[in-house]
Nanobody, 122 residues
Framework: QVQLVESGGGLVQAGGSLRLSCAAS????????MHWFRQAPGKEREFVAT????????YYADSVKGRFIISRDNAKNTVYLQMNSLKPEDTAVYYC???????????????WGQGTQVTVSS
């Protein structure tokens, strides 16, 4: 099993920045992809960003492209989400997810964190 714990959420004004962290523990050697999702009140959970095992491949939702940066430190078993130029519509609970190589190839997610709240005021 793998446990994921997010941190770094909070309240920020529009135009500001936050950096989220997601620390993995347990069978971390099985992790291939790490991802960020978010869920705003009354909306479905949506994909934000993904990074593969060596950080060589990243993907972003169009809504955050150019503003958010995903990175990972495998020595610390941690993935980060640097969020810049935040907008009120970025307000959501942000979730970290991880998957092994097989699940990654078919777009399935094996492990989820509990989420961290990000609130952007206008």
């Amino acid at each position: 099993q793998v446990q994921l714990v997010e941190s770094g959420g909070g309240l920020v004004q529009a135009g500001g920045s936050l950096r989220l962290s997601c620390a993995a523990s347990g069978r971390t050697f099985s992790i291939y992809g790490m991802h960020w999702f978010r869920q705003a009140p009354g909306k479905e959970r949506e994909f934000v960003a993904t990074i593969n095992w060596n950080g060589g491949r990243t993907y972003y939702a169009d809504s955050v492209k150019g503003r958010f940066i995903i990175s990972r430190d495998n020595a610390k078993n941690t993935v980060y989400l640097q969020m810049n130029s935040l907008k009120p519509e970025d307000t959501a609970v942000y979730y970290c997810a991880a998957n092994n190589v097989n699940s990654y190839s078919v777009g399935e997610y094996d492990y989820w964190g509990q989420g961290t709240q990000v609130t952007v005021s206008s």
